[in-house]
């Protein structure tokens, strides 16, 4: 009797050890995966305010739920949707219409490594010199401006067709104490987009002399998070 109890606790151990061993390794093979969170409401809202832009401007990105930390599918580029919301109305008091130019060459990136990055419009076969100035985009009354972004630093050129993509993430993690912190969800990391606008009551292009259109800076912070690994649970709701 007493030799079979010590089998049953045996048998019992190396199965719970089988099961410990098989559900690490079932831990160890889901992907890393990052969430990038924009502060989009209350941050936005209220330099839109002091700015006097609440009801002239709308500014979005459309950042999916997840990120891999590496592989093809990581962060290169931010989404981004501008929208001009002056013009007619259904109200009796027409408001007043702007012109909305997205200065890009002024816009900048920055990240954790405090290096101010300038930003890049992405555009298809892009075969052009970075160093090239870009036109500012024009956003006129009651339309929205959707593009991809990203820091001029990420390009690569490809030999053969002479072009120029996204090659590294818009924001590398680190590979350094920082790295293993932030793997184990103690530390998050953060960048901001730091959008350089210019409105006009009248649709002018901007050119050198006094009919500029004044500067509006409008700063998007973005969070980099690790998920744990329970994200990938089919019940997990936040999936």
Not at 14 to 42: C, H, P, W
Not at 85 to 91: R, V
Request: hydrophobic share 35%; aromatic share 10%; proline share 7%.
């Amino acid at each position: 009797m007493n030799n079979n109890g010590d089998f049953d606790l045996v048998v019992l151990t190396l199965y719970i050890i089988g099961i410990t061993y098989t559900f690490n390794r079932m831990v160890d093979s889901i992907a890393d995966q990052m969430q990038v969170e924009f502060d989009s409401k209350k941050t936005i809202a209220e330099q839109l305010k002091k700015q006097n832009l609440e009801d002239k401007l709308e500014i979005s990105f459309g950042l999916k739920g997840m990120y891999p930390i590496d592989g093809p599918d990581t962060l290169y580029t931010l989404p981004i949707s501008i929208k001009n919301k002056s013009g007619k109305s259904d109200e009796s008091d027409e408001p007043e219409s702007f012109a909305i130019y997205v200065d890009w060459d002024n816009s900048s990136i920055f990240g954790s490594d405090q290096r101010s990055r300038r930003v890049i419009r992405q555009s298809p076969d892009l075969i052009r010199d970075l160093a090239v100035p870009q036109i500012p985009s024009l956003i006129v009354p009651g339309n929205t401006l959707k593009e991809l972004v990203t820091a001029e630093d990420v390009f690569k050129r490809d030999k053969e067709t002479g072009t120029y993509s996204p090659g590294t993430p818009i924001i590398n993690i680190p590979k350094e104490k920082k790295y293993k912190d932030f793997m184990a969800r103690k530390l998050e990391f953060e960048f901001s987009l730091d959008l350089v606008l210019r409105t006009s009551k009248i649709a002018y292009g901007i050119a050198q002399g006094q009919n500029v259109p004044p500067v509006c800076i409008i700063n998007c912070p973005f969070t980099i998070r690790k998920l744990p690994w329970t994200y990938a649970l089919p019940w997990n709701k936040k999936k």
